[in-house]
């Protein structure tokens, strides 16, 4: 969001500035060249002390403050995008920089976490307490209150379980999104869509974009199986249906179509990763009978072929995206078998 100023006099060539632009028209000299000089030396001293989040996220301060096509705006950009790399660990870390990072990493090493449970429960609990930010806000828990109303009429605590896994999938995004430094809200929910959460400032490029949105369906999926223990452990069929309304939404948002977070996940992808997960997921729905996992196959193939891909690709979102599709109809089945079994 671009900051208003008073008109006043440009300090290089007296010119009157009017109020919001952020370049003289005269001489082209920045109306915030101070505050711009501030925000790139805390920028740099953030990175020196190793916390590549807090870095990256004054170096977007920068860019509300900086004129559109300038030369300044491209050297940030290589910035955040260096920066960006070294926190989700596609480039090395400076020495000494791993541990806040580390910390948060939910979706660095996707395939390592996926295939080790401590991992993924480690992500959690190290990131616990970004699940309680909605609770603290009125907007989130009145729309959430809204939401159990709306969807009233199931069996005993179904509308909260899965409201509570949606609110896990969100929570995810919020994660990932402040991570990279970038401004998120709470969740809102929004009868017969969902939730949704409001971005301040937007990913730097399509790896962030993949990660942001690949993040909800993996957070989503950790919400899935724990819905899926409860079921098992106690005999809960509200928690198996649970589980497997959890599931097929987050298979849903593998869509890659308009802003679901497939289409999103599908943005690093090459064409050949492209084909890999398109292929994967046929595979998966023929092997568990699911007419979702089929629909994002054949878009996925479909955009293989057709539109622009990610000239080079990403390894990481390639795992999660497999991890993904393979593991959320699964669970979805595993749901259902356990619950006509029992």
């Known amino acids: 969001m671009t900051q208003q100023h008073a008109a006043a006099p440009c300090s290089g060539c007296g010119t009157e500035v009017a109020a919001g632009l952020l370049a003289c028209p ?138 509570a896994a949606i609110y896990v999938h969100e929570i995810g995004h919020v994660v990932t999104l402040r991570r990279y430094g970038i401004e998120a809200s709470a969740p809102m929910f929004i009868p017969g869509f969902g939730a949704l959460v409001r971005l301040k400032q937007y990913p730097t490029d399509a790896h962030e974009d993949a990660r942001t949105g690949l993040a909800g369906p993996l957070w989503g999926l950790v919400a899935s199986l724990v819905a899926l223990g409860l079921g098992v452990v106690f005999h809960w069929d509200a928690a198996l249906t649970v589980a497997w309304w959890s599931a097929t939404i987050n298979v849903f948002n593998l869509i890659p179509v308009w802003q679901l977070d497939g289409s999103r996940g599908l943005h690093a992808l090459s064409s050949t990763e492209r084909a890999i997960v398109g292929a994967t997921a046929i595979g998966v729905a023929l092997v568990t009978q699911q007419a979702m996992p089929a629909t994002v196959g054949v878009i996925v193939l479909g955009r293989a072929m057709v539109g622009e891909s990610h000239p080079t690709g990403d390894r990481g979102m390639l795992a999660l995206f497999l991890a993904l599709i393979v593991s959320l109809p699964a669970v979805a089945w595993l749901a259902t078998y356990l619950g006509s079994a029992g």
């Open 26 to 163: 005269v001489c082209h000299r920045l109306v915030h060249g101070a505050e711009l000089t501030q925000l790139a030396s805390a920028a740099r001293e953030a990175e020196g002390r190793g916390d590549l989040t807090a870095a990256l996220g004054t170096w977007r301060k920068t860019l509300d403050l900086l004129p559109a096509g300038t030369s300044q705006r491209a050297t940030i950009d290589t910035q955040m995008k260096r920066l960006s790399a070294m926190v989700d660990g596609r480039a090395p870390k400076p020495a000494g920089s791993g541990k806040k990072a580390g910390a948060l990493a939910t979706t660095g090493a996707v395939g390592a976490v996926l295939l080790k449970s401590k991992a993924i429960l480690f992500a959690l609990l190290a990131n616990g307490k970004f699940l309680l930010l909605g609770l603290f806000k009125l907007p989130t828990l009145l729309s959430m209150i809204v939401y159990a109303n709306v969807m009233g009429g199931r069996a005993a605590g179904v509308p909260l379980g899965i409201i």
